[in-house]
């Protein structure tokens, strides 16, 4: 019998951060430090009256205060958190928090989706082998989103060795992804909702053979009207984020920018068998409208699904809601009350490869769980690695020099650098993970019991989440796979192409 394989050893990247400082902060306090005797040494040098020097050290009490002080609710310093406020609180003024859609009036707008969806278009096209498929336009960065369906096989019932040779193949999977140098970001979305109540039967009613016994044919629509209500719509999707202006050579046009991105995602659907999952097709134009549009109206997800299976395509336009409203702590659009979690903090400790199963089997709500890798290109990574283990080596010449004892915490985290730098060395890719909860329900009276409940899912799962107050908006639509990486957003500026 073999023995049941762990996992583990996931690391924060920490730099040349002193301390449990990030590099920010470390620069932030040097500057709080010298920046006092700087302006000292000009004024004694240029014999000037020193009356300025309360206010600088005034000024650098409160840098450090706003540098040093955490803050508990968004899990960054105090100075982080009334940048977070400000910016919230400057597009509240704005009204940027709100989106009205209109029904019976046509307001004049230029996007179809609301907030940091706004950018994003569908285009049609097909791939080597003639199947239609759709990708999602970024207009300002040029970016281009791909969507492959997928079916888990389980391993309920497999052994710990296939179980293994799947999570493998996967390290290798994510490993390739650093070299192929148009790709930005991966995330893998699990979505379960309880089905509607008529959603089994009319599956049942449809498949059903006329010419069948009548013994069988009443058999099965018995069943299926016992368990109205009690099974769950599961669906589980891979989304590629692209940036093809990076291929070498550059592409001239839109058709030679789709013509890469298809190439790439020929490349690294093939491989996907191999990590235990079969692929149903890479996603259509309106299978984002659709999961759009069930995402923002929940009340009509039947309805959405039923149309879909029909062959009926829902407009661009009506995948974004009627109405909607971000607040600090929840979204409020059209039939749905939703609250989005980020991951704040890896496992600590080893993990088998069903770690996963309590945040992504279904329950009484609509939830959503996207778990995103942007891989670091592959000639950069033995330079990061290095730099975190340089680091390391750092912070402990520092504590020897202060006569400082090494930490467990310490010692652990400088052997998973090192160990790191070792794997990248024998072929391992290296990336940052990041992962987006959203539960979403109709019944805004249900939303603490639906908050409660994917927080001690997480915690069962050995994660660490972190409410999304404040941006809301932007963790729900993380959390639905079309190319929208929270990350990146807070690097992106207004000038930014």
Partial sequence: MSKTRMYGGWRPRRGYGVGRLTETQTAVMGGVVFAPVGVWIVLTTARLPLTVMPFVLVAAAVAAVLTLVPHRGHGTSLGGAA?????????????????EAGVFSRHPRAAELPGVLAPIVPLSTRDGLGQPYGLLWDRQTGRLTGSVRLAPVGTV?????????????????????GEEP???????????????GTELADYVAARMDPAAPRLARETLTELADSHRGSTADISVRLSVTFQPGRAKPTPKDDGERVAEVSRAMSGLEADLPLCGVATLGRATAADFTHWLRAAYDPHARGEVGRLSEEGHLLAWADAGPVRAAALYDHLWHDSGWSVSWAMSALPTQLVT??????????????????????????????????RETAGSAFR???????????????????QRAAKAAEDEAHGAGVGLWTMFVTTTVEDPAALPDA??????????????LRRCWGWQHAGFAASIGV???????????RRAR
């Fill in 83 to 99: 940048v977070m406020w400000a910016r919230t609180a400057a597009a509240r003024r704005r009204g940027w928090n709100r989106w």
């Fill in 157 to 177: 019932l497999t052994d710990q060795d296939r179980t293994d040779l799947w999570v493998g193949a996967y390290a290798a999977w994510l490993a390739r992804l």
């Fill in 182 to 196: 148009t790709v930005e970001w991966a995330g893998i979305v699990v979505e379960s909702a309880p089905s509607p």
């Fill in 353 to 386: 490869s069903t770690v996963l199963t309590p945040l992504t089997t279904p329950g009484r709500w609509h939830r959503r769980v996207a778990i995103c890798f942007q891989p670091v290109p592959s000639d950069q990574a033995a330079s990061l690695v290095e």
């Fill in 396 to 414: 402990r010449g520092l504590r020897r020099r202060r006569k400082l004892d090494e930490t467990a915490r310490d010692r652990v985290d400088e």
């Fill in 451 to 464: 908050i409660a409940d994917v927080e001690s899912r997480a915690r069962a799962a050995k994660l660490r």
């Fill in 483 to 493: 190319g929208i990486h929270p990350p990146e957003l807070a690097r992106r500026g």
